[in-house]
């Protein structure tokens, strides 16, 4: 991790136990999705990632929307990368 950044322990937690599921199944709900997207950007998957956290209801409901799923798309590419780096 970055210096100063740091996760949180409860999300840390709940990642782990996410990725000891043996069977997941397609994200229902808002937290499935966030696990979902985690688990894929810890594997350094940023389309399907993205593809996920896009896949939110509410982005139609944000002024600017493609804009800001395109920094977004941006940012998790260089989460992926600097994952890949690190692992």
């Known amino acids: 991790m970055r210096k100063g950044k740091s996760i949180s322990k409860t999300f840390h937690k709940l990642l782990e136990e996410s990725q000891r599921l043996t069977f997941t199944s397609s994200p ?20 399907k990632s993205f593809k996920v956290i896009k896949s939110f209801g509410f982005w139609r409901f944000v002024e600017n929307h493609d804009y800001v799923l ?9 989460e992926a990368l600097r994952i890949c780096l690190f692992t």
């Open 28 to 47: 229902e709900n808002v937290f499935d999705c966030i696990m979902a997207a985690s688990r894929a950007l810890s594997k350094g998957d940023f389309q």
């Open 70 to 78: 395109e920094m977004l798309k941006t940012k998790i590419k260089d």
